[in-house]
């Protein structure tokens, strides 16, 4: 029809081609990730129910899923989630695909410390004037494989007596783990030290003063 060509002039043939309506790119942010108790893993969860989709046509539906991952393992707060594996759904999910740049890579979240209860073995004790032992104690909480660092402790004195157990620094220095003693964990038991006596012999002549008697 262009110009003032008419059929008249031509014999004409159609030669056909393709129309292509190209997917058009959005970029997705919003992304949040959620807080979660030490695990030993760098899994996080995300979610997307507030996604932002950037270069979406007004009218149009749009989801998106994601996966998260932690930067590492450790317990610690403001942790950075990598966010990966970005994939649109929804009623118009065919007509668009993720942008290749400019989309949302990363999210914070928290690792909080796992809670471990130490329970001190019973019938520890050391005689008087012996140095310490070792006080060992179960852990209850740890994650398979894994072991607390530091040493239980107990309240300070030498004297024969009971002494109430305290954490020691098994929490200061396990950065994954809350420790707490048990409820009513026992006391660690200093006894008395024998001590034999042996008397000094003595010998007077009778008729004299009683000798001091030393040992």
């Keep these: ?3 003032s060509l008419t059929s008249a002039d031509y014999g004409i043939t159609f030669v056909g081609a393709d129309y292509v309506i190209a997917t058009k790119p959005v970029k ?13 893993t ?17 009218g149009d539906k749009l989801t998106v899923s994601a996966t998260g ?18 994939t649109l759904g929804g009623d118009s999910a065919a007509n668009y695909e993720i942008a290749v740049s400019g989309n949302q890579e990363t999210a914070k979240a928290n690792i909080t410390k796992k809670p471990v209860t130490v329970i ?24 398979k494989g894994e072991t607390l660092k530091g040493t239980l402790a107990r309240e300070q ?21 809350h420790v707490s003693l048990v409820e009513n964990a026992g006391t660690f038991t200093i006894t008395k030290a024998a001590l034999t006596v042996k008397a000094d012999a003595k010998t007077i002549t009778y008729g004299d003063e009683a000798a001091a008697l030393t040992y």
């Design 42 to 58: 760098i899994t996080a969860d995300v979610s997307t129910t507030n996604a932002v989709f950037d270069g979406i046509i007004e």
């Design 157 to 177: 004195g030498q004297s024969i007596g009971e002494y109430p157990y305290n954490i020691g620094t098994l929490d200061s220095v396990n950065s994954n783990y």
């Design 1 to 3: 029809t262009q110009g």
């Design 120 to 143: 001190p073995d019973e019938g520890i004790s050391k005689v008087y004037g012996e140095d310490d032992p070792t006080f060992t104690y179960k852990a209850e909480g740890l994650l």
């Design 69 to 86: 991952e932690f930067a590492d393992a450790n317990a610690g707060d403001g942790k950075i989630v990598n966010i990966g594996n970005l």
């Design 28 to 40: 997705v942010s919003g992304v949040t990730a959620g807080n979660k108790e030490y695990d030993g």
